[in-house]
């Protein structure tokens, strides 16, 4: 490898630590500001587009499983943000409502740094956009990273965040 290869090398290293530390501060702000983790804002606010959701349609809609989705849920419920009830229909399913404390939280609460993400990403044209995507998978295949699950959730660390 030429000096010129090392130098991209090392700038793209720099680039993906740059990426990680963005996201770890978001976390962290979130965490430190509004005492909710990325996964518990997204479930909240997909929890806002629906009078009610089952844990089901809600784990299908943001892509974790059923179990994550439980045991994030029950830690929003601890904080009022949530109510889970007994679905009338069906005993066995549970729906999911936000509070009035959970509509407010919704309220003051930063957009999700994917939220931003997407935002600029779709301003892109089509040809940009797909060389991009290109080019991650690459990097994704490139660290052996293909047959890791992820859901579309800019964080660190597990989306089971264990919370005291």
Do not use: Y
Not at 17 to 37: P, V
Not at 70 to 84: Q, V
Not at 99 to 122: A, Y
């Amino acid at each position: 490898m030429d000096h010129t290869n090392d130098e991209r090398c090392k700038n793209f290293l720099i680039s993906l630590r740059k990426i990680i530390q963005a996201i770890d501060q978001h976390s962290t702000m979130l965490k430190k500001k509004f005492g909710l983790t990325g996964p518990q804002l997204i479930l909240l606010q997909s929890i806002s587009t629906h009078n009610q959701i089952s844990v089901t349609q809600l784990s299908k809609k943001v892509s974790l499983s059923q179990a994550t989705v439980t045991d994030i849920t029950k830690r929003l419920e601890k904080k009022e943000f949530i109510t889970r009830k007994r679905s009338l229909d069906d005993k066995r399913k549970t729906n999911i409502a936000l509070t009035e404390k959970g509509k407010k939280i919704l309220d003051t609460v930063p957009p999700l740094l994917q939220e931003q993400f997407t935002h600029r990403f779709s301003k892109l044209e089509g040809w940009e956009q797909l060389m991009i995507e290109s080019a991650f998978e690459r990097v994704v295949s490139m660290m052996s990273a293909e047959d890791i699950d992820a859901s579309p959730i800019m964080i660190t660390g597990s989306v089971a965040i264990i919370e005291p």
